[in-house]
């Protein structure tokens, strides 16, 4: 066994102190990829900056004409500047009290964020046409644990 080990030693040694000729250099050269230039990050337009810039002040004009907290927007959640999502019916609620609009339903699919798992869910939409701002949808899905078919909400639709 020690003999088989020694064998492997010397030969290995053999081969990595073994001189290299010019020739056997070239091809070894030759046969290696170029390399590639490190990617280097790009910095965004003057334009992409102030859409940008732009996007996040209409969303927070529209939260506050909405008197909801301005914390950004929601795009996972499918949020832009003219649609913003509440958390509960009940939310949804207090904005249509305090800006009237339109209520409407639809059937949608969700999913878990890494697609695993999808559902059918009803979204619940206030449009409204805020001065200033133009048309905005606030949404959120029904769930019926947490109650509120007696909300004026839910009254208005009740009532078509």
């Given at each position: 066994?020690?003999?088989?080990?020694?064998?492997?030693?010397?030969?290995?040694?053999?081969?990595?102190l073994?001189?290299?000729?010019?020739?056997?250099?070239?091809?070894?050269?030759?046969?290696?990829?170029?390399?590639?230039p490190?990617?280097?990050p790009?910095?965004?337009?003057?334009?992409?900056?102030?859409?940008?810039?732009?996007?996040?002040?209409?969303?927070?004009?529209?939260?506050?004409?909405?008197?909801?907290?301005?914390?950004?927007?929601?795009?996972?959640?499918?949020?832009?500047?003219?649609?913003?999502?509440?958390?509960?019916?009940?939310?949804?609620?207090?904005?249509?009290?305090?800006?009237?609009?339109?209520?409407?339903?639809?059937?949608?699919?969700?999913?878990?964020?890494?697609?695993?798992?999808?559902?059918?869910?009803?979204?619940?939409?206030?449009?409204?046409?805020?001065?200033?701002?133009?048309?905005?949808?606030?949404?959120?899905?029904?769930?019926?644990?947490?109650?509120?078919?007696?909300?004026?909400?839910?009254?208005?639709?009740?009532?078509?």
């Amino acid at each position: 066994m020690n003999t088989h080990i020694a064998a492997i030693i010397t030969a290995g040694t053999a081969v990595v102190l073994a001189p290299i000729t010019p020739k056997a250099a070239r091809h070894v050269v030759a046969s290696l990829p170029e390399p590639t230039p490190p990617a280097v990050p790009q910095p965004p337009s003057p334009a992409v900056i102030l859409l940008a810039h732009a996007q996040i002040v209409l969303a927070d004009r529209v939260r506050t004409a909405l008197g909801l907290p301005s914390y950004g927007i929601r795009t996972d959640e499918g949020e832009t500047a003219r649609r913003v999502g509440v958390w509960s019916q009940h939310e949804l609620n207090s904005v249509y009290e305090r800006v009237g609009g339109t209520v409407t339903t639809r059937t949608v699919q969700r999913s878990t964020h890494g697609g695993e798992s999808t559902w059918e869910a009803t979204e619940i939409i206030v449009t409204v046409d805020l001065p200033g701002v133009g048309t905005v949808e606030i949404v959120t899905d029904w769930f019926e644990e947490y109650g509120g078919r007696d909300l004026p909400l839910m009254q208005v639709l009740a009532d078509r």
